[in-house]
């Protein structure tokens, strides 16, 4: 217990240490993501995507292909919390800081972070 608790403060201690640096490994890809989902909600739904822009017409019915924005959308942000996560533990675990802003998938083993992150 104790040793998971040290693993859980180093964790937090690098996030708010290095707060420049969670910003370059996130901040890219969550950007990418948002505007990911927005876009496709406009394409599919044909509505900008918020808090209160989906509502049931007057008959309850939600909006067509509601359910397939919502998985796509799902699936979108599934893999960027894998990429981040990637990156995160590569950054906490073995000082690896990205060269640009954009981070890299080369040679990483983004699938295993990918069924971790799906299992989770």
């Known amino acids: 217990m ?11 201690k690098q996030l708010f240490g290095n707060f420049g640096a969670a910003l370059r490994l996130t901040g890219f890809i969550w950007i990418l993501a948002s505007l990911l989902v927005y876009v496709l909600g406009f394409v599919l739904i044909g509505l900008p995507i918020g808090a ?6 007057a008959e309850g019915q939600m909006p067509n292909l509601s359910a397939t924005f919502t998985m796509l959308s799902f699936v979108i942000n ?3 919390i894998s ?29 295993g972070y990918l069924i971790t992150t799906i299992l989770v």
């Open 2 to 12: 104790r040793q998971a608790f040290n693993i859980f403060s180093y964790g937090i």
């Open 52 to 57: 209160m822009a989906l509502r049931p017409d």
């Open 78 to 80: 599934l893999l960027a």
């Open 83 to 111: 990429w981040i996560s990637m990156r995160w533990c590569r950054f906490c675990l073995g000082a690896d800081t990205p060269s640009s802003a954009v981070p890299s998938l080369k040679g990483a083993p983004f699938g």
